[in-house]
T-cell receptor, first 111, second 116 residues
């Protein structure tokens, strides 16, 4: 069964400090992993996906199949990073499977 | 419009009534999802439509919930005999599935349902 776990409901860090939002998954195959973000008063939107291997707004995430993790990292937090972050999983490249989400982590950046 | 459109944006109903929520996906998007977001909680998968394939209904919480989609256009989520625990924001998202890769989800603003 597909499962996504985000252990932290709230993460509060100071501006300029490093950020790591944790995501662990359970899936018996080769999943696709994503991070979605919801800024205040905006729609939920894609931040990044593991197959792109790119940095978006300074954020990166590496898929670690051994640890079944896809943690989101940023070396220096900015106030505009305050938002709700959701890790999501889909059942793989050739599978027309659903996308499921974790419970989300609210990131709060203190000035 | 260019984005996913949902209606109504807010719905207040009495326990036991039926409600219908509508989603207009982005034109050409073959995949359409419904999620439920209860207050303070994450997105709970409800149902997934992909082209002409049979929908994945594995997330529907009870037989009071049903959803339909006409071709690759509008979808409606129907909740019969609403209960107070159905109160939530119902989010719709659509994506363009290209080849084997999962497409980026584009979300609507949601329909907030309150059951009194």
């Amino acid at each position: 069964a597909q499962r996504v776990t985000q252990p932290e409901k709230l993460l509060s860090v100071f501006k300029g400090a490093p950020v790591e939002l944790k995501c662990n998954y359970s899936y018996s195959g080769s999943p696709e992993l994503f991070w979605y973000v919801q800024y205040s008063r905006q729609r939920l939107q894609l931040l990044l996906r593991h197959i792109s291997r790119e940095s978006i707004k300074g954020f990166t995430a590496d898929l670690n199949k051994g640890e079944t993790s896809f943690h989101l990292k940023k070396p220096f937090a900015q106030e505009e990073d305050s938002a709700m972050y959701y890790c999501a999983l889909s059942g793989g490249y050739s599978s027309a499977s659903k996308i499921i989400f974790g419970s989300g982590t609210r990131l709060s950046i203190r000035p | 419009g260019a984005g996913v459109s949902q209606s109504p944006s807010n719905k207040v109903t009495e326990k036991g009534k039926d409600v219908e929520l509508r989603c207009d996906p982005i034109s050409g998007h073959t995949a359409l999802y419904w999620y439920r977001q209860r207050l303070g909680q994450g997105l709970e998968f409800l149902i997934y439509f992909q082209g002409n394939s049979a929908p994945d209904k594995s997330g529907l919480p009870s037989d009071r919930f049903s959803a339909e989609r006409t071709g690759e256009s509008v979808s409606t989520l129907t909740i019969q005999r609403t209960q107070q625990e159905d109160s939530a924001v119902y989010l719709c998202a659509s994506s363009l599935r290209a080849g084997g890769n999962t497409g980026e989800l584009f979300f609507g603003e949601g329909s907030r349902l309150t059951v009194l």
